[in-house]
């Protein structure tokens, strides 16, 4: 090798330079450290004895840093005799029954609100919601245990009517299809659940009479009459009445754009406005005075319906609720023949037309008067 200082020759294995006495700094070769194969396991040294160690998983600590968890056996006198146990802890584990942690009802409500909930409507979001809120008796329970009679009675107990047992039986559905899936459960427990019968009343629609008296009440000066004859033609439900602004009207193509409520279909329809409502909606917006962006009615939701009976006492009407003006419509429409049930879906804003048998009420005289109107070919003798 050469020396650094005097840059003569030297020994390979010289401690000093012999020429000019430069002390020669020999490096070191690093020291090897035997490292087992992962899965092997390890073993050290506490005290006087050595500790077996096999690392059966990790975990995330306080830092942020992975640590192994690991089974141990303690007391070997050397090494080598712990290294040699290693293979006894692996069997062990290997034998141990494997205990699965059994998720809750709550797990899968999780699951339900992070997945399908985005493709719901915000309506339908919200009653499941609801739904859910009304299980908190079960929510925490491992979903094994829940049985038939535990599904009835969070319903029965929360509910009474249909429709929120409906939308508790749907919530319920879909938990135990996810969790069936994962081999939990029996995807058709929900089956069991009896819903209370379905006593939907029917709305009364308004006689033409009575659309005569609203009209008379209006045009001698009570306002609070055109809310029934806004309702009923444009087939409004009375939130969307609520909650109309002047921005919303489009009084040249006839026609009122984000009103709607409950589905999309109702928010992307605009609804249409009759040739004889346009000045009954000019009156109201100019008598109101409400701003562009304010409610054209006036009035908030809990004294809507105070304005509301009374026009129809001042019409002299019976005492029919708000949502019977849209069943007004929807009847009209369904017994004039000469209107296609795709134009009653679109102005009642459907999604289809089967909701013609829910919303209309044709009577036994209208039916006379349509069979009537139908051409007959017959032999003359």
């Known amino acids: 090798m050469m020396c650094k200082k005097c840059k003569k020759t030297i020994p390979d294995d010289a401690v000093l330079c012999c020429y000019c006495g430069k002390k020669v700094f020999i490096k070191k070769k690093p020291r090897k450290f035997h490292q087992r194969p992962n899965g092997t396991g390890y073993a050290t040294r506490r005290g006087k004895s050595w500790t077996a160690f096999y690392t059966i998983g990790w975990k995330i600590g306080e830092n942020g840093k992975p640590l192994p968890i690991t089974k141990s056996k303690s007391g070997f006198k050397t090494k080598t005799e712990a290294l040699n146990y290693i ?95 994962e081999g939990w459960v029996n995807k058709d427990l929900p089956a069991f659940i009896i819903l209370p019968p379905l006593n939907e009343k029917e709305r009364t629609p308004f006689t033409k009479e009575e659309q005569k008296m609203l009209w008379v009440a209006y045009e001698n000066g009570c306002l609070d009459a055109a809310f029934a004859l806004i309702m009923i033609h444009t087939g409004m439900m009375p939130g969307e009445l609520q909650q109309i602004t002047a921005s919303m009207i489009d009084f040249e193509n006839h026609i009122i754009s984000g009103a709607g409520l409950k589905n999309d279909i109702r928010r992307e329809t605009p609804i249409v406005i009759p040739d004889c409502l346009v000045p009954v909606l000019m009156d109201v917006c100019e008598r109101i005075g409400a701003k562009p962006h304010e409610p054209i009615i006036g009035v908030k939701k809990h004294a809507f319906y105070d304005h509301y009976y009374h026009g129809l006492e001042v019409a002299g009407t019976r005492k029919l609720e708000p949502y019977s003006c849209r069943h007004t419509m929807a009847t009209a429409l369904a017994i004039d023949e000469n209107i296609a049930p795709q134009t009653v879906m679109k102005v009642m804003r459907w999604k289809s037309t089967k909701m013609l048998d829910r919303y209309a009420h044709p009577t036994l005289l209208d039916a006379h008067d349509a069979v009537n109107q139908v051409k007959y070919f017959h032999s003359v003798r």
């Open 87 to 181: 293979p006894v802890l692996k069997k062990q584990l290997e034998d141990m029954p494997v205990i699965k942690h059994v998720p809750t009802v709550r797990h899968y409500w999780k699951m339900l609100e992070k997945g399908e909930f985005a493709k719901l409507s915000k309506d339908r979001a919200m009653a499941y919601q609801i739904a859910w809120r009304k299980m908190h008796d079960i929510a925490n329970r491992p979903i094994n245990t829940i049985m038939i009679n535990d599904l009835r009675s969070v319903v029965y107990d929360n509910t009474s009517t249909y429709y929120p047992a409906r939308d508790m039986k749907t919530v319920l559905n879909k938990i135990f299809f996810m969790a069936a899936a």
